[in-house]
């Protein structure tokens, strides 16, 4: 099973996500490398700008579009904040600050005993299906007490670009 911390940060109290040591956004941009580099973005392809744009493309949660984080992010989301043709949740969004602007989205699966994400998908992008990432599995009780005792940072945690291809490198 994975190890799962929620975090707020800034002022507008987003919400953001580790797995297992690594922030969410580390593990989108590591699924998402090829298939943005398949479709010759227009952003700048030096190695540094190509990391930025890839750990920079989600932002977290603003804590007024999730309403109630705790039913959020155990699967009982606001409908506005849900992908009904997969019945997935946001769990992260734009970094303009219009969450549905380039959302990700999991399926959260809480049951007992574990809550589980999988899944992944960009809406905007349909024919990138499901993203390599997960899935994740939380141990329910640890899961709560982590969404519970979410720990504000002032500014945003992922300050440091890790080297390409290394999920726990932020």
């Not at 952003?43 to 540094?48: A, I, L, M």
């Not at 992260?92 to 959302?103: E, F, M, T, V, Y």
């Amino acid at each position: 099973m994975q190890h799962i911390e929620f975090f707020t940060y800034a002022t507008a109290r987003l919400w953001g996500v580790r797995v297992d040591g690594a922030d969410l956004r580390v593990h989108a941009a590591e699924a998402t490398r090829p298939l943005w580099l398949q479709e010759e973005s227009a952003y700048e392809r030096t190695p540094e700008r190509t990391e930025e744009f890839l750990l920079k493309q989600y932002s977290g949660l603003t804590e007024a579009d999730l309403g109630n984080p705790v039913r959020h992010f155990l699967g009982d989301a606001t409908p506005e904040l849900r992908h009904p043709p997969t019945d997935a949740t946001a769990v992260l969004g734009c970094p303009c600050g219009i969450w549905d602007c380039w959302p990700l989205f999991t399926r959260i699966t809480a049951t007992p005993e574990t809550v589980t994400w999988s899944g992944f998908r960009q809406p905007h992008r349909p024919a990138w299906g499901d993203l390599p990432v997960g899935p994740f599995v939380f141990p329910r009780p640890a899961y709560e007490h982590a969404l519970t005792h979410a720990v504000h940072h002032v500014e945003d945690p992922l300050t440091a670009l890790p080297p390409a291809g290394t999920a726990g490198g932020a």
